[in-house]
Nanobody
């Protein structure tokens, strides 16, 4: 599996970014895909996931601001994360992931990531 993220950058609070992830070598049509983020010294946080049937799930911290979608054409599978109303606490390295599952445990979305990309940095200034 290969996953390559694009679209990170620096924005001011209230701004927007769209991340994309090109996926190859995976059973894209029958898998759970998602995004997680990580900052130094903190645990990885799953932020969004999309099941094979298109059902989406979000972390409480991003619900209503982030939207995950996916697309597939003959040659390429792509995962997207549209991020609106960004806040400084959204600053992190964002990773696209292929997951064994995306269960909700105790009301918290989790991402059982089996493969992920190199990450793309998102920085939000106040």
């Amino acid at each position: 599996v290969q996953l390559v993220e694009y679209g990170g950058g620096s924005v001011q609070a209230g701004g927007s970014l769209i991340l994309s992830c090109e996926v190859s070598g995976y059973g894209y049509s029958s898998s759970c895909m998602g995004w997680f983020r990580q900052t130094p010294g903190k645990e990885r946080e799953a932020v969004a996931a999309i099941d094979d049937d298109g059902t989406t799930k979000y972390a409480h911290s991003v619900k209503g601001r982030f939207t995950i979608t996916k697309s597939k054409d003959n040659r390429k599978n792509t995962l997207y994360l549209e991020m609106n109303s960004l806040q400084p606490e959204d600053t992190a390295m964002y990773y696209c992931a292929a997951a064994l599952g995306c269960p909700v445990r105790g009301g918290v979305m989790t991402l059982l990531a089996s493969s992920w990309g190199q990450g793309t940095q998102v920085t939000v200034s106040a």
